[in-house]
């Protein structure tokens, strides 16, 4: 016979899920015991629960969804950073809770990890905000409540909350449930919105695209590849969409950024005829601060679920419907490119013993990665950097850009390396204040036999926030002097390759070094406090809008 929480690591191992990440604890011990004991499921121990999250949220950004499981009350909440996150950005995890007894709720008992209110719906109502639905699994409702939460995961691309009484994860389910199907388009409406589209471009004599990350989300990159292929349609990408089509390719014009960079990509983008927005999100990192200045009569907005096209909603509209339709229905036409070549990173200068600076750097970042990695980089002047790097064929840009919660790219890259194909590279690239909140993770990579390439950006403390406030020297945004390159060994990571370098011929080394490795790589960069990529430098001179808009 099936248990209850048996049926749910089932149902979730049918839709993909092969690691469960979490922190255990004594009202969480059934639903522990019974991922550790499931043949196709694995228990992922994380240092904490917030880590824990993170790690689940890299591992959906690769393998299209992820689990984390915690215990009531302190773990619960120690994990809902990460949750909020992987809700901000459209993550589908399933948070598995465990909960105390139901007569230990039905009589309101103090008991620990509570409030010491008897009061034992709380944490769950506080949940709610940041999943989009949530239930307490019982043998009765479990088949059902599983598959209503599979549908709402996979539908809104967000997290759920189940949560189970630790008397009832193991009795018996009782009664059974089918899988929801997925939502199907009205054809009348995937028509009428294809032909509204093709009246538009056919009045156009200039447009591009600017793919979205929600196109990632559900899984649609190469969807949207064939409607450019089909349609010879240029694309230009912004921050937290970068990388859902592939770069290295003669259809992409370059980063687009509001006024803040690239002004021959914003000039093109903003002044074309049509502008087909598919799945992207127009936040202030994405539209350079809120310099971005399209004219919503002139943008195709095509989302998960509907299309907004000259003015009219058309609702019922599958993403992936609706580019099938458009690809078979548009003609292939030679647009207009801009006049300038694509913005492209400078070579990088420095040798000897120069110091590391922000423009020797990124290049040689942007040269060391290779087809098919995973770039996990941090929310800073890491990210605002890289993301104006070139990515080579088949590389993926993995960013908090929306949520920007500082700390979550090393658990996140300890996600990421365990959904990675064989034939998949993690680059983690971290400041060290950063770094400094969820370092201990780097020891779930040597626990695990993986091999990632960690780089730590030690700028002498958070360089973002001193390009940002009022005050770039005051002591909040300094940070404890920490050996780093130590760190590895120290957490049981052992025969990596470590290093810390301070000249351009030290960096060129421990690059070479790294790149023919065999094992984990984790290289401290050290850099003067102020050495910012030009993204950076734009915030700091756009700080008006960024914060008033």
């Known amino acids: 016979m099936t248990t209850v929480v048996q049926h749910v690591l089932n149902r979730l191992r049918d839709i993909g899920v092969k690691h469960v990440f979490g922190v255990p604890g004594d009202y969480a011990f059934p639903v522990n015991d019974a991922i550790a004991e499931h043949p196709d499921v694995e228990w992922v121990g994380s240092c904490n629960e917030l880590n824990a999250a993170y790690s689940a949220d890299g591992y959906a950004r690769v393998h299209g969804v992820g689990a984390v499981s915690t215990t009531y009350g302190v773990g619960e909440l120690s994990a809902m950073c990460g949750i909020a996150g992987a809700y901000t950005e459209h993550l589908p995890l399933f948070h598995l ?9 039905a009589h309101h008992s103090i008991v620990h990890h509570t409030l010491g209110n008897g009061e034992f719906n709380l944490f769950h109502k506080m949940a709610e905000p940041v999943v989009c639905a949530s239930a307490i699994m019982t043998p009765q409702n479990v088949a059902a409540e599983t598959e209503r939460l599979i549908a709402a995961a996979l539908y809104h691309r967000r997290p759920v909350y189940m949560a189970f009484p630790s008397d009832l994860a193991n009795m018996t389910v009782v009664g059974e449930a089918q899988p929801i199907p997925a939502p199907a388009s009205d054809p009348a409406q995937v028509d009428a919105a294809a032909q509204a589209i093709s009246d538009m471009l056919g009045r156009a004599k200039s447009a591009c695209v600017l793919p979205g990350i929600l196109v990632s989300r559900a899984g649609l990159n190469q969807d949207l590849q064939r409607f450019l292929d089909a349609t010879g349609l240029p694309f230009a990408t912004m921050m937290s969409d970068k990388g859902v089509l592939d770069e290295d390719q003669s259809s992409f014009l370059g980063m687009y950024d509001g006024k803040l960079m690239n002004e021959g990509v914003r000039r093109f983008v903003e002044d074309g005829d049509v502008v087909i927005m598919a799945g ?75 110091p590391i600076t922000a423009e020797n750097l990124y290049p040689r970042w942007e040269s060391f990665l290779k087809p098919n990695d995973i770039l996990v980089a941090e929310t800073g002047t890491v990210s605002l950097g890289m993301a104006f790097t070139r990515l080579p064929q088949d590389a993926t840009f993995q960013n908090q850009t929306l949520w920007g919660s500082i700390g979550w790219a090393t658990p996140a890259a300890v996600g990421a390396a365990l959904a990675a194909k064989d034939d998949q590279r993690v680059v983690l690239i971290t400041g060290e204040g950063s770094h400094q909140l969820t370092a201990q993770e780097i020891s779930q990579f040597g ?44 957490l049981g990571c052992e025969g990596w390759f470590t290093a810390r370098v301070t000249t351009s011929a030290e960096l060129d080394q421990a690059m070479e070094t790294a790149a023919k490795a065999d094992t984990g790589c984790y290289i401290e960069v050290v850099t003067a406090t102020y050495e910012a990529p ?6 700091h001179e756009n700080t008006a809008t960024l914060y008033s808009t």
């Not at 809770?97 to 709720?105: D, K, S, W, Y």
């Open 280 to 354: 992207t999100l127009m936040n202030d990192f994405n539209t350079g601060a809120f310099t971005a200045n399209l004219d919503p009569g002139r943008t195709i907005d095509i989302r998960h679920h509907y299309v907004r096209v000259d003015g009219m909603t058309y609702q019922s509209v599958e993403m992936k419907d609706l580019l099938d339709a458009l690809t078979e229905k548009l003609p292939n036409k030679q647009w207009p490119r801009p006049a300038a070549e694509v913005v492209r990173m400078p070579a990088a200068g420095g040798s000897g013993d120069d």
């Open 97 to 105: 809770v465990g909960m105390p007894a139901m007569p230990v709720q």
């Open 534 to 539: 030009p993204m950076a430098e734009q915030l």
């Open 447 to 490: 626990r695990n036999g993986l091999r990632p390439v960690v780089f730590i950006l030690n700028n002498n403390g958070y360089l973002i926030e001193r390009l940002l406030c009022a005050h770039p020297d005051i002591s909040y945004n300094d940070v404890a002097r920490w050996q780093y390159s130590e760190l590895p060994e120290v």
